[in-house]
């Protein structure tokens, strides 16, 4: 894999390094163009549809029902495939479907049951084509392979095109993926994400950029391989991504009854890129990555290897991101030199395409998973495809093989299905491995470890029993290729299409957990900021933010659900924050706190200055918000009193995205300034709400300690106009409080 840092034009259908093309002729470039409102190089757009699932579609409602929601004016997809939290117990999350089928009738959208489909596949069969944009309100809305550029968002994006406004950026660089050659048999397309991800993550080479996928390598890939890399791409950090098409995807899109949305993408002759990443698909390996992290990426020969050096390695990383407070014995899984592992999955919008599972069904033909430790589960990404691996007989080998068959759903992608035991290392077609998103506890003692692997290795791996093995060295015969059938009767018969037809006169349907947002202060002149927590590791995730699994079951309650914000990573923080809202509220009935009037003093300024601040919490953290869109990583904060995040960088526009639509400062400070601060520690900000108002970028704040008061520079770099009226507002909700108050 070359990874080009440096304008790259093609021409006759090979990528040069030069700049003397146009980036106008990028596929990307088009799209963007075509759905923006606004000038070459600042974009106002407005997607074709939406899609949400029901960890985010009931707060994403009642988010814009208070900013005044009348009617969805796109298509937009309540699909339910987080749905099954059965260890919680219940009916929690069955009332959130409920409401969600309601809203549906109300203001005109569509409604996908339980256990029907995961919200990608559904997209890529129901609502893709060619030109056309999704934003949806899960990380991995890509949709690429089929000509569709996708955008995995927070919530508060989902809601501003409900209203009817649009998703403003600065045009993204585009960066070509050029792809040559074709993978041999055992390589699927697992191997390719991970060896990508691995290649250019740390870096940050695609951050915040559109992959495009261009060259003649695209032709040998079938349309389920294309999908299985793109919806990876998210783990690359980049924000979009778009495939070249061709006879395949036109073949695709009118199996799924949609002809008519194909058209022909290919990049210009002259098209210029801002980079370039040229990938050898014959040169591909079977790969593994690594716990904890999808980039962490090893050849599985490597590990084979020399496992004992890196499974050392991960084995210290998790002493160093739980502390101590409990450990991984990977190293014992080594056994005469091989690997043992104790679980494989097969799942989701990543690894539940029909070809991966098909050609399992192949590499386990005529042999079996073993009755020992390890156990393998399948479950396919929706019903139509499920249909299709049972009426081709691959369900069947599978199950006669001792594999195990799921319903249609998200839980191994988020720690709500097959959580490992505890010291389990599980091999996994599934979209990530950050810590704890397997579903185990660190609080109580509970730590599992996920690596991330390809069906083909995982099938191959379990046909020794549960011995790590390259699908590549095994001997099999690869399945023919499937010209599939899809069945669209099973949604007619089960999903609600209510585009175009809403009914005002239709009640919302609340259960008793669904609870309406608290009110959100606006932004006072002044900030007195408690640090609440202090994390350096490398990268912070939105699953350690918020926890995924048991702790969704109060997603449609936001002061319930805070209640869980940082449980995993730093279980004060939650006890911090709340007594960081009693100083607030002390200062708010005039009586203010001891330890707020000594802040003042040490500040040298009396009390009266109390009266033109507020006060909240904060989060410090190198690098935080790689992950999941789900903006509960900030509102959870927000309900809380979180008031700001300090950080580098942040890892992701999505995660500060959510920052700013729910009112928290998304101030960065330089890299090389230390921040050795606890937790207990102030930061006064004075001045920060005509700092917004003004546009500054630079903003000079007080580190407040028991040894005195340090200077520190706050950053606050490209913000729109939009975004500093949203921070002065406090909240998206409140922006749009506000603009109808204007209107009368």
């Not at 020992?372 to 081709?392: A, H, R």
């Not at 290392?425 to 506890?441: D, V, W």
Request: aromatic share 8%.
């Amino acid at each position: 894999m070359q990874l080009w840092n440096n304008p790259t034009v093609l021409k006759n259908g090979k990528p040069q390094s030069a700049a003397d093309g146009s980036r106008a002729g990028t596929i990307a470039w088009q799209i963007l163009h075509a759905h923006s409102s606004g000038d070459e190089q600042h974009l106002r757009i407005r997607f074709d549809s939406l899609i949400s699932h029901d960890i985010t579609y009931v707060g994403i409602i009642q988010t814009a029902r208070a900013s005044g929601l009348t009617r969805f004016p796109v298509p937009y997809v309540l699909t339910n495939c987080h749905n099954s939290l059965c260890a919680v117990g219940g009916t929690i999350n069955e009332d959130d479907h409920v409401f969600g089928l309601s809203a549906a009738k109300k203001y005109g959208g569509i409604y996908v049951p339980a256990n029907q489909a995961v919200i990608h596949q559904y997209a890529r069969e129901m609502m893709t084509g060619c030109g056309r944009m999704i934003l949806g309100s899960d990380s991995h809305t890509r949709y690429g392979a089929l000509g569709t550029m996708g955008v995995g968002e927070g919530g508060p994006e989902i809601v501003k095109q409900l209203l009817e406004n649009t998703y403003d950026i600065a045009m993204p660089p585009v960066v070509l993926v050029y792809l040559t050659g074709k993978p041999r048999q055992g390589v699927g397309p697992h191997d390719v994400a991970i060896a990508l991800c691995g290649a250019v993550y740390d870096s940050g080479f695609v951050k915040n950029k559109v992959l495009e996928f261009a060259g003649p390598g695209v032709a040998s890939l079938p349309m389920d391989f294309r999908i299985g890399i793109d919806v990876m791409t998210t783990e690359t950090a980049c924000l979009s991504s778009i495939w070249q098409t061709d006879d395949k995807v036109e073949e695709y899109l009118a199996q799924h009854g949609r002809a008519d949305a194909y058209r022909w993408l290919a990049p210009a002759e002259g098209a210029q890129y801002d980079a370039a990443i040229i990938i050898d698909l014959s040169q591909i390996e079977p790969m593994a990555a690594l716990p904890f992290h999808p980039s962490r990426a090893f050849t599985i020969h490597d590990l084979q290897e020399n496992g004992a050096d890196i499974l050392r390695q991960t084995e210290q990383l998790a002493q160093q991101q739980f502390g101590g407070k409990v450990s991984l014995h990977l190293t014992d899984k080594l056994v005469n030199g091989k690997l043992h592992i104790d679980q494989g999955i097969i799942a989701g919008c990543s690894g539940g395409m029909y070809d991966n599972i098909a050609e399992a069904a192949a590499i386990l033909d005529g042999h079996d998973v073993g009755c020992g430790y390890f156990s393998l589960s399948v479950y396919p990404p929706s019903i139509p495809v499920n249909l299709e691996l049972i009426q081709s007989g691959v369900q069947q080998r599978l199950l006669e093989a001792g594999a195990l068959f799921k319903p249609c759903f998200c839980g191994p992608c988020f720690g709500a299905g097959d959580v490992p035991a505890n010291d389990a290392l599980s091999i996994r077609h599934t979209t990530r491995n950050f810590p704890n998103r397997e579903g185990s506890k660190p609080a109580n003692r509970q730590l599992a470890a996920v690596m991330l692997m390809d069906a083909r290795s995982i099938a191959s791996t379990a046909r020794n029993h549960g011995v790590l093995t390259a699908a590549t060295d095994i001997d099999y015969t690869a399945p023919a290729p499937h010209t599939a059938h899809f069945d669209a009767g099973v949604y007619e018969k089960r999903c609600y299409f209510g585009f175009g037809k809403p009914d005002a006169t239709a009640e919302l349907k609340f259960g008793p957990n669904i609870t309406e947002w608290p009110k959100i202060p606006k932004l006072t002149d002044d900030l007195l900021l408690k640090l609440a927590c202090v994390i350096h590791d490398p990268v912070t995730t939105t699953d350690e933010l918020i926890p995924s699994g048991e702790t969704s079951s109060y997603r449609s309650n936001p002061l319930k659900l805070a209640t869980f914000a940082l449980s995993r990573r730093e279980p004060q923080y939650v006890a911090r924050a709340q007594q960081t809202q009693a100083l607030e509220a002390s200062r708010q009935a005039g009586t203010p706190d001891a330890e707020l009037l000594d802040v003042m003093k040490t500040l040298g300024k009396g009390a009266s200055a109390l009266s033109t601040l507020s006060v909240g919490s904060v989060i410090f953290a190198n690098k935080p918000g790689d992950g999941s869109a789900r903006e509960q990583a900030a509102s959870c904060q927000r309900v809380l009193g979180g008031a700001a995040n300090i950080c580098y960088e942040f890892a992701t526009k999505r995660y500060r995205s959510n920052c700013i639509n729910w009112g928290m400062m998304p101030f960065t400070i330089d890299e090389g300034v230390a921040f050795d601060y606890d937790a207990g520690d102030y930061v006064y900000v004075p001045g920060i709400r005509a700092a917004i108002e003004s546009g500054a970028r630079d903003v000079a704040a007080q580190i407040v300690t028991k040894a005195g008061c340090t200077p520190i520079t706050l950053h606050l770099p490209e913000l729109t106009k939009e975004e500093r009226q949203i921070l002065l507002e406090g909240c998206l909700m409140n922006y749009y409080a506000a603009q109808r108050a204007q209107k009368g």
